[in-house]
């Protein structure tokens, strides 16, 4: 797959598993929005989304499943004939077990979690923001792939990174509520603010549930500023997709 300059994740997923995460590279959009915004309710021109989409849909197997994202834990299957009366659910998560249904979830500083089991069977496709991460989508996501844990792999995309995602006591607080030692996940900031590392608080998240082969987690959107959108950044910004299905 010889994509524009998005990424194609490097972890051991079978070979019927295919997987990409689009950047701003490619796309008509332009302004604050300028590549290959993907996000319908960003504000951008429908028009130019739905050609970038369009674009995107070149590369894919069919159109994705795409979701309203609401910062929460519901997970909806995506094969095709199970939500053909329901074409953008709410949820944040999406998983799929037969070949040619494309999960995807948007982000634009949020974490996109991609998983799937060692042979290939079941793929699932997260947004994790903090508020999603700490109420448990990850987890939910998990139990709705129904794949034993030490099967699983976990590839963790282009989030906002640690140096820049400042929050406060109060996201620190309702992490330590859940588990005490997600402290971890925060390093000190101004007074009374916190750096949050969503790539540690995912990983220790995963590893809690039994996930330990777990891959990516290097980028940052927020300073990454030619290559991702980022909302904490330009407030006003488009979205990537992150995709995996079963070829």
């Not at 995506?78 to 040619?100: C, K, L, M, Q, T």
């Not at 089991?117 to 987890?139: Q, S």
């Amino acid at each position: 797959m010889n994509s524009p300059d998005w990424i194609l994740p490097d972890w051991p997923a079978p070979a019927r598993v295919r997987a990409l995460i689009t950047t701003r590279a490619g796309g008509a959009s332009r302004g604050a929005y300028a590549g290959l915004n993907l996000g319908l309710n960003s504000g951008d021109d429908a028009g130019l989304v739905a050609r970038n989409r369009a674009s995107l849909k070149h590369w894919l197997p069919a159109e994705p499943l795409w979701l309203r994202q609401v910062h929460g834990t519901a997970v909806i299957e995506a094969d095709a004939d199970v939500n053909a009366n329901s074409p953008n659910p709410e949820a944040d998560a999406a998983f799929a077990r037969r070949p040619g249904s494309v999960c995807a979830v948007l982000t634009a500083d949020c974490l996109p979690l991609l998983l799937c089991d060692e042979k290939g069977t079941t793929v699932a496709a997260v947004h994790a923001g903090w508020r999603g991460l700490c109420a448990g989508v990850i987890e939910r996501a998990l139990r709705a792939m129904a794949c034993p844990s030490q099967t699983l792999l976990a590839y963790l995309g282009p989030a906002i990174g640690p140096k820049a995602y400042e929050v406060g006591a109060d996201v620190r607080a309702a992490f330590a509520a859940t588990d005490p030692d997600d402290e971890a996940g925060f390093a000190p900031g101004k007074p009374g603010k916190f750096y949050a590392d969503l790539y540690t608080l995912a990983r220790r998240r995963l590893a809690r549930s039994g996930v330990h082969r777990i891959y990516g987690g290097t980028h940052c959107t927020y300073s990454e500023r030619e290559r991702f959108y980022s909302y904490r950044r330009d407030g006003v910004t488009g979205r990537m997709a992150s995709l995996i299905w079963i070829e």
